[in-house]
């Protein structure tokens, strides 16, 4: 048999976190029709970085967000209002980088000129060797060169 439900109806948990309803702009106001051109009403919509808020934020209604959209993109698009705005942070010098840990400035390795030559991945394995360039050259050679002539 199936398991039984608690069915116990009640508030929801977070019903007492829910504050009030946000108020759009646009009726505080009583605009009645959006231009692309009113940048400064536009502005009130988006944020630092140039992004359209969310109904959630804006307070807006479906139908009122729709409007605001359409607005800023036609706004975006005759270059009254930009598509992102860069913000730049302040850059930390070199030393001020905590994320580096104990190594510093990569203490845990040798300097290069004291590596062995030999180990790096250039002078490994047979295939660099200059006796094989030399015979991987002699053998395409004479097969090109017979190709030539039997063609001729």
Known sequence: MAKSRNTRRGKPKDANRRSKKKISPLTSDEIEYLDYKDIDT???FMSDRAKIRSR???GNDSQQQRVVARAIKNAREMGLLPYASRVTTQRRSRGDRPDR???GDRGDR???EDRD???GPENSGSENSPGAEEAT????APEVVAAVEGEA
């Open 42 to 44: 536009l502005r009130r």
């Open 137 to 140: 050259a002699t053998s395409e």
């Open 56 to 58: 959630r934020v804006s």
């Open 117 to 119: 030559e030999s180990s």
């Open 101 to 103: 840990g104990d190594r």
């Open 110 to 112: 040798r300097p290069r």
